[in-house]
């Protein structure tokens, strides 16, 4: 075996031992505490699949503008947009499943660019452009819907929306489309170099600005798959107002946090992919332990703090042995000097 193929193996064997670490411990802690499994019936699998596609793409959506330090608040209220338009539209025209998630992809990718140029035009920053743009586009989608936003429940025509192959497929689908876009295209390349200096990259040619237009658009179009997951695992969607959309996308910042951590296995597409899974197990499993949801997020938050720490201070280490090796050296430079005169 090269020594490629044997590096490619040791990184997924380390990729695929966070999920298989963690379902290990939830299974112990489920038999121990009510002697049942993780996955107990196929309705647990099913449940999990879809709420892994529901995150995922969230995730994968936040990582596109928080991997250049872009903060993009609006993705909660762009979900909710563009799955409350698209979805009215298409089933008033009768195009079932198909219809739902092209229109909601389409309105996606529109209401991502424009976003993305409020940003580029206003130059405001990020984080204080997407309240209000969340803002904004929290009131379209009410008053767009009159407050009803979108009901799915017993709508002939998209019940295959909540088919667990049908959202295993779609997440696979942008996974691997993320990943041709992150390494073999030229947005990718532009996209690594922006995030090693904006500045260096910008006096290299690089329309950064263009970029960043780009990067709202493929996030809301990310973000617009969840929202139809998410639709169709609950039976509609809600039109909210006050900013509350906002909170579908903050309880997906560990997954997308753990999966950027992940990539220097994989990619960041795959990492993300698999941190969520990771995650998702660990909040299965607090469920089947019957944990209340507002435990469950006591621990997930409290698992995601612990793990920001370690992340801050990992190379702690390697800094006080060199500044060791560096006073020790400065030492033998001192005794030698004095030896010397």
Not at 70 to 95: E, H, P, T, Y
Not at 276 to 287: A, H, P, R
Not at 295 to 313: D, H, K
Request: net charge positive; charged share 15%.
């Amino acid at each position: 075996m090269s020594k490629a193929m044997k590096t490619k193996l040791k990184n997924t064997l380390i990729t695929l031992a966070f999920p298989c670490t963690v379902w290990v411990i939830m299974e112990l802690l489920c038999a121990v505490k009510i002697s049942r499994h993780v996955f107990n019936t196929m309705l647990d699998v099913q449940n999990y699949i879809r709420n892994v596609g529901i995150s995922a793409c969230t995730a994968l959506a936040l990582s596109y503008n928080l991997g250049h330090g872009r903060f993009d608040l609006s993705l909660g209220a762009q979900r909710m947009l563009v799955v409350i338009l698209g979805g009215n539209l298409a089933i008033k025209l009768g195009l079932g499943t198909p219809g739902v998630i092209l229109f909601a992809l389409a309105f996606g990718l529109v209401f991502g660019a424009i976003a993305g140029i409020m940003f580029v035009v206003t130059r405001i920053p990020a984080m204080v452009l997407g309240i209000g743009v969340a803002l904004v586009y929290e009131c379209i989608a009410f008053a767009g819907s009159k407050s009803q936003g979108l009901q799915l429940f017993g709508v002939k025509g998209v019940e295959n929306l909540s088919n667990m192959y049908l959202t295993i497929c779609v997440v696979l689908a942008a996974v691997f489309l993320v990943m041709v876009i992150d390494r073999y295209t030229k947005f990718g390349f532009y996209a690594r170099a922006i995030n090693g200096s904006q500045r260096i990259s910008h006096g290299c040619g690089i329309n950064i600005f263009t970029h960043a237009i780009g990067c709202y658009t493929i996030a809301g179009a990310l973000a617009s798959f969840s929202g139809v997951f998410d639709a169709a695992f609950k039976g509609g969607m809600d039109a909210a107002l006050g900013f509350s959309s906002n909170s579908a996308i903050m309880s997906n910042c560990f997954p997308m946090f753990l999966g950027k951590f992940m990539s220097r296995w994989s990619s960041d597409s795959v990492g993300i992919l698999i941190a969520t899974m990771t995650v998702k197990i660990f909040e299965t499993g607090l469920s089947v332990m019957q944990v209340s949801a507002t435990g469950q997020q006591v621990f997930t938050i409290s698992v995601f703090l612990l793990f920001l720490v370690i992340r801050a201070n990992e190379g702690i280490g390697n800094n006080r042995r060199a500044r060791k090796e560096r006073i020790a050296l400065a030492e033998k430079t001192k005794l030698l000097m004095r030896g010397l005169s």
